[in-house]
């Protein structure tokens, strides 16, 4: 369905957005503006990948960009973890038109932005375009910042488990790492390309907004690779702990068999059908409780000197 049906301050300019298309509209957009049919149906593809079409064309000519954006959801543990989604964004006849399986957050905050005031604030579609790519590096910076956070708070949680949580959990954050980190190298070709192949002669304002653009784009890729070493690097400690902590387990659970060892061997040994010293002393029972608490308390002692416990 069309969501979003606005014009750009110049008049002449109209950005269209359509979230999840079915085949009538995909065929009126096709005869309305002579769009390729896969250059909307592509983003029902989650595992397709961004590229660009015809930039070099006239302006006649439809052109497109596909992008991967960022999205958030829960898997089947209920952890977070961030996907991309292809984002279709059309160039044809002073229209840009975006399509989506999902409205992307950065294209609703850009609306509610620049289009619910009287008067637009964006003056045509190269502007709108460069925008739609800046807000959608912001967005991979700002996942990439969330799974800092993330990898900090299970460095310190990590060091008191020995669970499967923090495993899905660091699963989850691996994942997302991957996922952004190709999405981020994809974006950036495309990005590329529109640098070489502008809509139209680019002025020094466009310039500067491809310029921060591109630095939003080498950062993200930077982050992205800074999350994965820190990531790597967990993955390594979270091994390290689970071990020692089972380590530490095992030595627990082996020190109290040895003391409970001692009453079954003194208990044994008391037992036996042969005459045996005190055994007729009125106090036998007493006599051997107390040995054997003075044996396992005498373990105990030692054991704990020598950190089994």
Not at 37 to 57: C, G, H, Q, T, W
Not at 80 to 88: G, K, N, Q, R, W
Not at 128 to 155: D, P, S, T, V
Not at 211 to 216: P, T
Request: net charge neutral; proline share 4%.
């Amino acid at each position: 369905m069309i969501k979003y049906d606005e014009l750009l301050s110049d008049k002449n300019h109209r950005w269209i957005h359509l979230e999840s298309p079915d085949r009538k509209e995909i065929e009126r957009m096709k005869n309305n503006y002579g769009i390729p049919r896969d250059f909307i149906s592509d983003m029902y593809d989650p595992f397709e990948v961004a590229r660009s079409e015809y930039l070099e064309k006239d302006e006649q000519h439809a052109k497109l960009l596909l992008i991967e954006h960022v999205q958030l959801r829960n898997n089947h543990t209920q952890d977070e973890e961030f996907v991309t989604l292809p984002l279709s964004i059309i160039l044809v006849e002073n229209r840009i038109i975006t399509v989506s399986r999902q409205t992307p957050d950065f294209l609703e905050k850009i609306y509610k932005k620049y289009f619910t005031s009287s008067k637009a604030k964006i003056k045509d579609i190269q502007e709108f375009l460069l925008l739609i790519l800046h807000e959608n590096e912001k967005y991979f910076i700002g996942a990439l910042r969330r799974i800092f956070g993330k990898i900090e708070r299970m460095r310190i949680d990590v060091q008191h488990s020995s669970g499967n949580k923090e495993l899905y959990r660091q699963i989850a954050i691996e994942k997302s790492i991957i996922i952004l980190r190709d999405g981020i190298k994809s974006n950036r070709s495309v990005i590329e390309t529109f640098q070489e192949y502008p809509l139209i002669p680019p002025t020094n304002e466009h310039l500067n907004k491809m310029h921060d653009v591109l630095v939003d784009s080498r950062q993200a890729e930077q982050m992205a690779q800074t999350c994965s070493n820190l990531a790597d690097h967990l993955s390594s400690l979270f091994d390290n702990v689970i071990s020692n902590n089972l380590n530490t387990i095992m030595k627990t659970l082996t020190s109290i068999t040895i003391i409970l060892t001692i009453p079954t061997i003194v208990g044994g040994l008391w037992g036996m059908n042969v005459r045996l010293p005190i055994e007729n002393h009125p106090q036998a029972f007493s006599i051997s409780l107390l040995f054997i608490i003075l044996l396992s308390l005498l373990a105990y002692w030692w054991l704990k000197k020598n950190d089994y416990f």
